[in-house]
Each structure stands twice: as structure tokens, then as C-alpha cells.
């Protein structure tokens, strides 16, 4: 017996669609590595590997969480709202041995309370001048928000049941430039289908 098949509209959207994350918005999915991170300065971070419930991928989110001088940095805020919306109450550093994107083998330092659990996140799309003059493109984890219900840590430390903060980013969310010699304000988001450049030491 052989399967018949339906159209299924959605399935025909993603099969044009790229596979990372290029638009400033709400996404729902669950962090794939959360590694880890120390810049040549001695800032300490943690870089997060983002999948959404569509497939989009979003890599080099990093958070510092603190400066070379053990200071804690506003990363760490973001961080703590992660883990409450997660309801991850502590994290510990664990070694683990992963696939880099050529299928090698690589050691890295991660988070695994962090892993494979489902995420909501505002994500910010920032434009930025690369070392070599050329413009390029990260995002910023804006906020992040529960999964099933859409609340933020504040809402959920304060016992909310009705999520009210999201509607309100989202409708006032725009990109950042931060280009070498560009206005600073917000600029439409543009598709493309190539993936985020890594920002790592550009700023550290």
C-alpha cells in the first residue's frame, strides 16, 4: 500500500525558506549548545546555538556575563531571565565532546541544563562593521520569554498569568546599526539566506 499524499501549505513555505534566522522577531525553540565562551580580554560568556520550531538556525547569540575584573555585566541579567523562564535554578560547566558545522569532532564547555529544552526569544538583529570594512550581522537575545506561555521572567517572578510585555517588544522592535559611519537607528530587516557572522573578538 502506498501513501497518498495532501498539499500542505506550510511544508511548501519551508521548502524555500533559508535556514537561519535573518529577521528581528519572536521565535519559540530550544537552545542546541549553550558553550562556554572567554574573549582575549578575559570577558566571560556563554554562546548560544538557537533552533526554532521551524528549523532556523541561529548561532554566536553570546552572552558576557562578566569582565576581566569579575565584574557582572548586563549579560548576566539576560542570563539569570533565560534560566528563570526555563525554571533552571543553577548551572554547571560539564565537557562534552561535539560535531562542528564540517562533522568534526570538537571539545567544548557547556551548559546541558540549558540543552533541549524549550525557549521563547526576542531576537535583535544588528548591523555592525566587520574588521575588514565590510558590513556584517549578528543578533542579540532582546529577551527571552516561557515557552507554553509567553511570560516574562519579570511576569513570572511576579506571579502573572496573563502575558502583557511581549506584544509591547515586539511591536517596538527594529533592528540596531552599529555600522562604522551609519545613523545608529533602526533599519528595515532584510532577508537573505546566509548565515550570521561570527562577532567573536571583533568588540573583545
Do not use: C
Not at 549553550?34 to 547569540?61: C, D, H, M, P, W
Not at 539576560?78 to 571539545?107: F, H
Amino acid at each position: 500500500m502506498q501513501r497518498s499524499y495532501t498539499a500542505d501549505p506550510a511544508a511548501a513555505r519551508q521548502a524555500n525558506a533559508n535556514n537561519y534566522i535573518d529577521q528581528s522577531g519572536k521565535y519559540i525553540g530550544e537552545f542546541s549548545l549553550a558553550e562556554a565562551v572567554t574573549s582575549k580580554k578575559g570577558t566571560e560568556g556563554i554562546e548560544f546555538s538557537f533552533k526554532s520550531r521551524e528549523g532556523q538556525q541561529a548561532n554566536y547569540l553570546t552572552l558576557w556575563t562578566y569582565n576581566e575584573r569579575g565584574e557582572a555585566l548586563y549579560g548576566y541579567k539576560v542570563l539569570n531571565a533565560i534560566m528563570t523562564v526555563m525554571g533552571v535554578s543553577e548551572l554547571q560547566p560539564k565537557q562534552a565532546t561535539i560535531k562542528d558545522a564540517n562533522g568534526n569532532p570538537r571539545q567544548v564547555v557547556g551548559f546541558p541544563a540549558l540543552h533541549n529544552k524549550a525557549v521563547g526569544l526576542v531576537l535583535q538583529k544588528v548591523l555592525y562593521t566587520k574588521n575588514d570594512g565590510k558590513d556584517g550581522y549578528k543578533f542579540n537575545i532582546f529577551a527571552p520569554f516561557q515557552a507554553s506561555t509567553e511570560l516574562t521572567a519579570k511576569e513570572v517572578l511576579d506571579g502573572a498569568t496573563q502575558p502583557k510585555a511581549l506584544s509591547g517588544m515586539i511591536a517596538s522592535l527594529k533592528d540596531k546599526d552599529e555600522r562604522t559611519g551609519g545613523d545608529y537607528g533602526s533599519q528595515p530587516a532584510s532577508a537573505g539566506g546566509s548565515e550570521p557572522d561570527d562577532p567573536f573578538g571583533d568588540e573583545f
